[in-house]
């Protein structure tokens, strides 16, 4: 027997005592918690002498909004669709409630330590708590042209998005309690500090704000998808596989709303990547087309692949192709060509479905949607492909923004970048694993992980939340 089955039921005092550690920042800075919730947000001289460009902003709140709706009705009805009847409202609760975690924890300490001036590895978690000085001045250092606060907005939403993706590989098993305890423990030591080292000011591998290692990844190759994906089968390797795994048939209950799922997640994604440029202007057209362009070739190689083999090309098949090639294209996005985000496109597609087809039934893992096949895969692929691939045509920065020792430094597609990439690649799969392992026998003994099998043979939206998604 698992030994996850025989934990006991949660009790309301273990999950408050390990809930306390999400507001571990703001218990360290207690004193000043009156000063920050009733005082405006000062702007510096230089910050409030920056003008917003409205135009900018506009783009950069839908592109907001749009990331937003990748989770929600995006993933919730794309992963709900994929599991049994009994299940989905589980499944989709899985997405919602973190709608509401991570926007507190982002609010509380979360950006600080993304965005915050800190070290190499994660920003000072007390420098924007409860989003002091977030206010409507840019903030020079990551958006010259809109307000600091749409900035923060923008990126809270990859934060709500990326644990929501691993929820996939655990579905159908995992205990709400635990659930809700571990994701908020893998944002605080997983997420904002992976945020921070790619994307923050100073961060170790952050190309263009002063990093060690120079890594391109426009928007969440890394920090979202390969982080995600390997937490997720590390996860689901702790977890065990789901009773009658792999003998029973476990097939969707409602393909129909997994398909309007992924339409949800294709729109959304312009949003995700087009966004990245935090600006309107024509680099924010090049990752729109770059995006649309690598998904359109994924769902047709995964189809035509799935057709050679199987002898026919499965509707979910086409829509598992388009979302590969989104993942997979999501840190190029914003460097490549649009030839060059086909060809990535067109590899996606056929890795993606090899991983998910082949690789998980040879080690016989049970990620239940398939979290780390077309994510962790799809973007360990695209981070790699972009080593390569990355043009100063498409992104000129990336040819003399980056100095090594005073000396400007080209990240133009070659052996070295690539190097640069499979250093970020092999730094995030040890990190999202190492904690992931951590945290997942933490949370086991503090509320217990798995639902007992009754629970999960009653099926999880009436043991966990006592309802039914619908009326037989």
Known sequence: MNTFHSRSRFHSAGLWSGLAVFFFTAAANAADIPAVLTQAPPATAAAAALPVNTGDNAWMLVSTALVLMMTAP?????????VRSKNVLSTMMHSLVL???????WMVYGYSMAFGTGNAFFGNPLQYLFLKDVGAAPNADY????????FMLFQMMFAIITPALISGAVAERIKFSAYVLFMGLWAT????????MVWGKGGYFNWALGGQIPVLDFAGGTVVHISSGVSALVLALMLGKRDGFPHEPMMPHNVVLSLIGTGLLWVGWFGFNAGSAVNAGGLATSAFAATHFSAAAAALSWGFVEWRLKGHPSVLGVASGMVAGLATITPASGFVTVPAATGIGLVAGVVCYFAVSKLKMKFGYDDSLDVFGVHGVGSITGMLLLGFLASADVNPAIASTFKANGVEVSLVGGTAQFLNQLKAVGFTIVLAAVATFVLVKLVDKVVGLRVEREDESLGLDLSQHGERAYND
């Open 99 to 105: 709608m509401g975690v991570m926007s507190l924890l």
């Open 189 to 196: 030591v997983v997420y904002f500090p992976l945020c921070h």
């Open 143 to 150: 958006a010259a042209t809109i307000p600091h606060q749409t």
């Open 74 to 82: 995006g993933l919730i009805l794309f992963y709900g669709g994929l």
